[in-house]
Each structure stands twice: as structure tokens, then as C-alpha cells.
């Protein structure tokens, strides 16, 4: 809900959070590279900030996501006896396509 600075977290990261005071930066950083906290240059000055509801879109992505490969996975198991339209449609969902074809 904050905006921060890096000092401003080196100071606040150890006391609230438990954080080793030399890993601060390195933690931020592995942050800022999982999208977890955004980071914007204004100036000569770097600006660090996460939002609760940008973790709660990612988690309602990431599950849509998942919802989406298992209903693909558990049409398109494929067996001896599949037809080859079977087969010619569970590689058309690998490939992102996700037309009904005559089974």
C-alpha cells in the first residue's frame, strides 16, 4: 500500500520482517524478478511497491490457468484404441487451439 525506497527498506526489512540486513538487496531483487514487487526509476531514485490485489489477480491467473490444462488433459488421454480425429484434436489444445472437431 506503500511506496518505499531501498534504504527505506533496509531499515524496515531486518526489524519487521527478520531479514539478514546484507541479503536485503538480494532479496528485493529476487522479488522484483518474480514480479512479487514492482519497481519504477523516477530520477536517480528507485521506488518499490507491491499491491495485495496485483498477488490476488496472479493467484485467480495462475489457477484459471491450471483449470484450463487439466480439463485439457483429462479429454486428451490417449489410449491404443484413440481415433486419429482424438488424436488430431488433443494436439490442436497443446497447440492452443481449441476448436471442436467430430470425434
Known amino acids: 500500500k506503500d511506496v518505499f ?5 533496509e531499515k524496515i526489512a531486518p526489524k519487521s520482517k527478520g531479514i539478514a540486513p546484507m541479503t536485503v538487496k538480494e532479496v528485493l531483487q529476487s522479488l522484483v524478478d518474480d514480479n512479487m514487487v514492482d519497481c519504477e526509476r523516477v530520477g536517480t531514485s528507485n521506488y518499490y511497491w507491491a499491491f495485495p490485489s ?15 490444462q487439466v480439463r485439457a488433459d483429462s479429454f486428451c488421454s490417449l489410449t491404443v484404441e484413440s481415433t486419429p480425429q482424438t488424436v488430431q484434436h488433443c494436439a490442436l ?10 470425434i
Open 93 to 102: 489444445m497443446d497447440l492452443g487451439h481449441y476448436e471442436i472437431l467430430s
Open 5 to 9: 525506497q531501498l534504504k527505506d527498506i
Open 54 to 68: 496485483k498477488a490476488l489477480h496472479a493467484r485467480k491467473h495462475k489457477l484459471e490457468e491450471l483449470q484450463k
